[in-house]
């Protein structure tokens, strides 16, 4: 009697040509997995993200060192060669999904709040990975890497937290109640965050790519927008 062949592993990294739900681990809010889905193709797990998805909707695929999933062994036999065990200790799982996948946009839930250093480490991933665009969801936030040239189409009164991760300079800012203008940023220096929206539109222009943008959670499909339609790099 002959044993069924294995499936082939895939060809990695793993291409989608549309946006890409991405869970993580950590606390993810009631409501926000069905609040991005029907934004995204595919979704994949970063370790235990998965153990917060359904066995009877398996996501594309698991990533990580696997060292955080209840049902290892179940993930493994219903995903096959798209469970992807990485045992290497020197990215976050969320680096590793990163490394292993392409697409046009990854919207992330799983990753802010909870543990302090996990957040950090997901904010540095936007920082290490900036030929991405990489919106993370949070309870209360949305955090992404801005682009050089951001602009977004909020509300008067908004928050528009900025905050640079590295040494950058505010160009020119548009619809701030406090402007970035010729304004040099750096994490030991000057940040920006608290800022407001004065008008419905906002913008910002960078010299580099090294400031994190935080707004409220309910302009989600405007922060989507606003990636969507940022001229590349």
């Known amino acids: 009697m002959s044993v069924p062949a294995s499936p082939p592993a895939p060809a990695l990294p793993l291409v989608y040509d549309r946006p890409v ?19 995204c193709g595919a979704v994949v797990a970063a370790d235990g993200g998965v153990d917060r998805l ?8 698991v990533i990580g060192d696997m060292d955080s999933i209840a049902d290892s062994a179940g993930w493994r ?10 045992p290497e200790q020197e990215s976050t799982d969320l680096g590793k999904c990163l490394r292993l996948t392409r697409a046009p946009l990854y919207l ?13 480490a997901a904010l540095h991933a936007l920082l290490t990975h900036p ?12 955090a992404f890497l801005a682009p050089l040239r951001w602009r977004a189409r909020l509300a008067p009164g908004a ?5 640079p991760m590295g040494p950058c300079t505010g ?3 548009t619809g701030l109640t406090w402007p970035l203008d010729n304004l040099a940023l750096g994490p030991e220096t000057r940040i920006g965050t608290s800022n407001r929206a004065e008008t419905a539109r906002v913008g910002l222009d960078l010299d580099r790519r090294a ?22 790099d």
């Open 21 to 39: 739900l991405l869970v993580g681990g950590g606390p993810v809010p009631p409501g926000l997995i069905a609040e991005l889905r029907p934004l």
């Open 54 to 61: 359904s066995a009877a909707e398996p996501p594309d695929a």
């Open 77 to 86: 036999a219903r995903l096959g060669p798209r469970f992807l065990h990485e």
């Open 108 to 120: 992330c839930a799983g990753f802010l709040g909870g543990r302090l250093d996990h957040s950090l």
């Open 131 to 142: 030929d991405r665009r990489i919106l993370l969801a949070g309870r209360e936030d949305l």
């Open 159 to 163: 928050r528009v937290s900025i905050f």
């Open 171 to 173: 160009l020119a800012s």
């Open 211 to 232: 400031a994190v943008v935080m707004v409220e959670r309910r302009f989600l499909a405007e922060s989507v927008a606003s990636l969507d339609e940022a001229p590349a």
